[in-house]
């Protein structure tokens, strides 16, 4: 890619029309003194062109011409002829459409003492546009070496990019893949079990497996869910609608969501604090996006013990907490646990289903509400997430 | 004639129950394991007809397992068949570098009821061949 990069930068070298340095011209017929006046007086002129009804016939530079004039009598010999008699007759004439590069090499290919000469430019009808300096040319061309070098870099490191992006990516897809089928398998598996369950009449076994299916198409829903709302969220996409709602049923329903996918383990899962009702301003299926998400990893993590939703209020705000006795988060894993596929290790030894996104979308779901989120835990002993969130959109 | 037996280790008790169930209905005897590893001292002590072995296993992927299993004098006859939710190319890629008997996609029931008869026919006649 860098190398294809560096022919664009090349085959993008500038026409000389643009790097025209002057239009001066002096008609051939000049006498040698007025054009030594108008070098006198004009310091930073290098050069005349010498043009005839707008054909270049001939060029004057001003370190030649004052060599000329300035030699012993050089003034008394030359002074009044016309300028067309000094002039070099043959100097160097390209066409505007020409490219700085090829210019270069035609100008560096002329012998020594004119090397530094500038060089006349031509239009289709070889009529007069000016000429060019080659001193300017140089460091033009030098500039466009640079940022050549310059861009191959950025080329290069947007290649190593790219290609970090999409090993992320692949890793991404092939956990996905897997998270996606391997609840799907399970639920036709159990399907297909459940059947052979009835056809024998065995109602014990059919209550467990119906359980079973429950868990897994909620894990499935809450994995797709994420999926979609992190597509939602990255394209910018994600709206909120706010409405008056109570938070307390809510809770509720979702502690029985983690009730269902604790499963067969010893965790009991407690809604405490505000009992009643507490009515806030909000986007419910965000908030409850949220409480799935917190709950369904306590859940996840949590083999035995507890799991206990806090809802207090104060200062405008709603504070809700999500406390588990589980495995707890390590130190080091805390910064992580927020960032986009900060779980994402390789999926043939993830050691815990999901898709490692289900933190980064609350986060992000939690600061478009307007609240925050914070965690802490002790490794091997429980975490806890609380969520602040404010009572209405307006009081913050 | 004396049942075939399957050893199936996968970490996913769902994929266990399901698979056990399913298979013992096709009259085999069944065994699970839950975890990679401790899986050749139960290979060894059961001497399975055939092994289903998950992919996406906690710190013990299958796919390093089938190479550990296959590895050991006293159990690489054993055949093996990775029994995954990976997708198809993923599963060609892993039999290809662990030289296992071939795989079985979870999901299809009359395509593991199908394979199973044929790995466990295969493993009768010649270990190596493998159609699928």
Do not use: W
Request: proline content about 2%.
């Amino acid at each position: 890619m860098g190398e294809r990069y560096m022919e664009t930068a090349q085959t993008e070298s500038p026409r000389v029309a643009s790097l025209i340095t002057s239009r001066e011209k002096v008609a051939p017929l000049i006498t040698v003194s007025v054009v030594g006046q108008q070098f006198m007086n004009t310091t930073d002129l290098d050069a005349l062109s010498v043009v005839d009804c707008d054909e270049p016939v001939g060029l004057v530079t001003r370190q030649k011409f004052m060599l000329t004039l300035f030699r012993r009598y050089g003034f008394e010999l030359y002074g009044k002829k016309r300028i067309i008699a000094i002039a070099d007759t043959a100097p160097l004439i390209i066409h505007e459409e020409e490219r700085l590069d090829v210019a270069m090499d035609k100008a560096l290919e002329r012998q020594d003492k004119d090397i530094y000469d500038e060089i006349i430019v031509v239009d289709d009808a070889d009529r007069y546009k000016g000429y060019l300096s080659v001193k300017q040319m140089i460091m033009q061309q030098s500039t466009i070496l640079a940022n050549s070098v310059m861009q191959k870099e950025i080329a290069r490191e947007r290649a190593r990019e790219l290609e970090r992006m999409s090993q992320v990516k692949s890793q991404f897809i092939a956990n996905v893949t897997h998270e996606l089928r391997s609840p799907v398998n399970a639920i036709i598996g159990l399907a297909e079990v459940m059947k052979i369950s009835t056809e024998k009449g065995q109602t014990d076994r059919m209550k467990e497996r119906l359980s079973l299916l429950t868990t897994s198409a909620i894990n499935l829903r809450a994995i797709i869910t994420n999926i979609l709302d992190l597509s939602k969220i990255e394209a910018g996409k994600m709206e909120v609608f706010n409405d008056g709602f109570d938070l307390v049923p809510l809770l509720h329903e979702v502690a029985e969501t983690a009730r269902i996918l604790a499963g067969g383990k010893p965790v009991d899962v407690n809604v405490t604090g505000t009992i009643g009702s507490l009515v806030i301003l909000s986007d419910m299926v965000k908030v409850r996006q949220i409480m799935i998400n917190l709950l369904s990893n306590a859940a996840k993590f949590t083999e035995r013990g507890s799991i206990t939703v806090d809802l207090t209020q104060g200062n405008g705000e709603v504070t809700i907490s999500v406390s588990d006795t589980g495995i707890g988060i390590r130190r080091e894993d805390g910064e992580k646990i927020f960032e986009a596929f900060g779980q994402v290790e390789n999926a043939h030894i993830k050691q815990h289903e999901g898709t490692g996104l289900g933190l980064t979308i609350t986060r992000n779901l939690v600061a478009m509400l307007g609240g925050r989120i914070a965690m802490s835990s002790s490794f091997g002993e429980g975490t806890t997430f609380t969520v602040t969130l404010p009572i209405s959109p307006i009081s913050h | 004639m004396k049942a075939k037996k399957i050893l199936i280790i996968d970490d996913d008790d769902r994929h266990l129950l399901t698979a056990k169930e399913l298979l013992e209905e096709e009259g085999y005897l069944v065994m699970t394991h839950n975890l990679g590893f401790g899986s050749t001292n139960i290979i060894k002590a059961v001497r399975p007809d055939l092994v289903l072995l998950d992919v996406n296993m906690p710190a013990l992927s299958g796919d390093k397992l089938a190479t550990v299993i296959s590895g050991q004098e006293a159990t690489q006859n054993i055949p093996i068949v990775f029994y995954s939710s990976n997708d198809e190319d993923s599963l060609r890629r892993s039999v290809r570098e662990t030289r296992v008997a071939g795989y079985i996609c979870k999901g299809n029931i009359l395509d593991l009821k199908n394979k199973v008869a044929y790995y466990l026919e295969q493993s009768g006649n010649c270990r190596t061949a493998s159609r699928y």
